[in-house]
């Protein structure tokens, strides 16, 4: 085998790797909020509200999703018969539309932040501190060369940082979260023991 089909079959084989994974993180992630009556997709609706802030827009969960409006729509149906959000309408201009967790809702939220730490805990886990650093910066670069791809003339520099900055807070709240939830649950586990 030449040296340049060894490097297409490498190229390849992380191609495939990168989807295989991507599902498999999926299905576990659809198992572990499947516990609380969610899925991975309603999981990431539900933070995205939470954290974004109110009022947010069906696009607004779309673009920070990485999903299309239509897609994002169609889940927000589905989450609306399940109880889980509603739409209400802006009082000053009435064709736009926010989405609110219900009660329901945040409840399940609430329960899944836990568990969603300890699952990336778990999985990141054989990973050193060194190789975690050079996994982001390789998924960054790969972030880049599609945002490129999907944005022609676009300036990329600017979406990848806006795109950071919004997420980190997010991420920083969830953690925050995470921890808090993990500490009161064990309080609660300890004083059932007395």
């Given at each position: ?9 490498l ?10 994974d ?32 109110s009022?947010v ?33 802006d ?30 805990q ?58 808090l ?6 309080r ?7």
């Amino acid at each position: 085998m030449t040296v340049d089909a060894k490097s297409q079959n490498l190229v390849l084989r992380l191609w495939f790797l990168m989807h295989r994974d991507y599902r498999l993180l999926v299905n576990c992630e659809d198992q572990m909020y499947g516990e609380e009556g969610l899925t991975m997709e309603q999981f990431s609706v539900l933070a995205t509200i939470k954290y974004i802030g109110s009022p947010v827009r069906p696009t607004d969960i779309a673009r920070w999703m990485g999903r299309s409006p239509n897609s994002v729509s169609m889940l927000v149906d589905r989450m609306v018969k399940a109880d889980l959000v509603r739409r209400t309408r802006d009082r000053i201009d009435r064709r736009e539309v926010h989405v609110v967790a219900t009660s329901k809702g945040e409840k399940a939220l609430k329960l899944a932040i836990p568990a969603s730490w300890e699952f990336i805990q778990k999985i990141m886990l054989p990973l050193s501190e060194a190789d975690r650093r050079t996994f982001v910066r390789l998924l960054e670069a790969l972030r880049y060369e599609t945002l490129n791809y999907l944005n022609p003339g676009e300036d990329i520099e600017a979406m990848v940082v806006n795109d950071d900055k919004s997420h980190a807070k997010m991420m920083e709240r969830l953690f925050h979260d995470a921890v808090l939830s993990t500490r009161q649950a064990k309080r609660q586990g300890g004083k059932k023991k007395l």
